[in-house]
């Protein structure tokens, strides 16, 4: 078993930035693809970010794209999102992810292990 938590979200004002970490432990694969979902109160799960196992492939919804930047660092089993110029619009629960596969995937169902998440609130 894979364990994922999240850390980082807060309180932020529109045009500010966070970051966003996700800490693997347990049985880790540092050949395992990895990414970064949110929710927002009264919708699905919404793909955000994901990194291929050696973070040379990144893939982004087109609602982040140009402003949030996923990153991996394998020896420490870590996932970064770091996220900038925030809107109101981003407000959610967001959740990392992995996968066993080591390629990117946009699809939650394509994901085996999940954090609890992390509340990031934008406001305007």
């Not at 420490?76 to 900038?84: D, F, I």
Request: net charge positive; hydrophobic share 30%; aromatic share 12%.
């Amino acid at each position: 078993q894979v364990q994922l938590s999240e850390s980082g979200g807060g309180l932020v004002q529109a045009g500010g930035s966070l970051m966003l970490s996700c800490a693997a432990s347990g049985r880790t694969w540092g050949t395992n693809a990895k990414g970064w979902f949110r929710q927002a109160p009264g919708t699905g799960r919404e793909f955000v970010a994901a990194i291929s196992w050696n973070g040379f492939k990144t893939y982004y919804a087109d609602s982040v794209k140009g402003r949030f930047t996923i990153s991996r660092d394998n020896a420490k089993n870590t996932v970064n999102l770091h996220m900038n110029t925030l809107k109101p619009e981003d407000t959610a629960v967001y959740y990392c992810a992995a996968r066993r596969s080591s390629e990117v995937a946009s699809h939650s169902d394509d994901y085996d292990y999940w954090g609890q998440g992390t509340q990031v609130t934008v406001s305007s």
